[in-house]
Nanobody, 121 residues
Framework: QVQLVESGGGLVQPGGSLRLSCTASGDINDIRAMNWYRQPPGKLRELVAA???????DYVDSVKGRFTVSRDNAKNTAFLQMNSLKPEDTAVYYCHFNVQTAPGGGYELYWGQGTQVTVSS
């Protein structure tokens, strides 16, 4: 089994910064994608930032230039640095990893438990 544990959410004023972390534990042989999603109140979950094992990253237009996704493959951990936060960034943020649990096996998708980010004065 694989578990993803997130941390780093909280309340921040507009213009502030937060750094989210997500660490995978359990039977892990390899992790391909380490992505971040968010779900604002009353809205659908959306992909915010994506990263591949080779360091390729991509972002939804609304966070480009403000958010940065990074990863520490040795520690099975992804980070989301969020700067210049806006009230519209308020959401529950989820990490989403594509994990191989055994050599030669397939990859499966796992979600973190979610962490609340609230941007308000």
């Amino acid at each position: 089994q694989v578990q993803l544990v997130e941390s780093g959410g909280g309340l921040v004023q507009p213009g502030g910064s937060l750094r989210l972390s997500c660490t995978a534990s359990g039977d892990i042989n390899d992790i391909r994608a380490m992505n971040w999603y968010r779900q604002p109140p009353g809205k659908l979950r959306e992909l915010v930032a994506a990263s591949t094992a080779h360091g390729v990253t991509d972002y939804v237009d609304s966070v480009k230039g403000r958010f940065t996704v990074s990863r520490d493959n040795a520690k099975n951990t992804a980070f989301l640095q969020m700067n210049s936060l806006k009230p519209e960034d308020t959401a529950v943020y989820y990490c989403h990893f594509n994990v191989q649990t055994a050599p030669g096996g397939g990859y499966e998708l796992y979600w973190g438990q979610g962490t609340q980010v609230t941007v308000s004065s």
